[in-house]
């Protein structure tokens, strides 16, 4: 099994409505997230795509032209945060 980097998830994933916070190193919503992941390219190890955002600063989200070692295809979000996300959506 692969070592995944999962910082490209709150780095990349759009926060358009601020769910959770602005997006970015702001916070988010596991939900977006989770929707991001499930779209993207899929998911690189650590040396593929180096932290480099530092003292709460948002860094560029810039897909490496490398393959992802793994990938998402979907998610089952339970019913207990399920209302929390909707409130913040609507």
Not at 54 to 72: D, K
């Amino acid at each position: 099994m692969e070592s995944v980097l999962l910082l490209i998830m709150a780095i990349c994933a759009p926060n358009p409505d601020s769910c959770g916070g602005t997006g970015g190193c702001q916070g988010s919503t596991a939900e977006l997230a989770y929707e991001y992941a499930a779209s993207s390219k899929g998911f690189f190890q650590e040396f593929q795509y180096p932290y480099s955002s530092y003292y709460g600063e948002n860094a560029a989200c810039t897909i490496p032209a490398s393959q992802p070692v793994a990938a998402l295809d979907g998610y089952v979000q339970l019913l207990k945060q399920l209302h929390r996300f909707n409130e913040c959506r609507s």
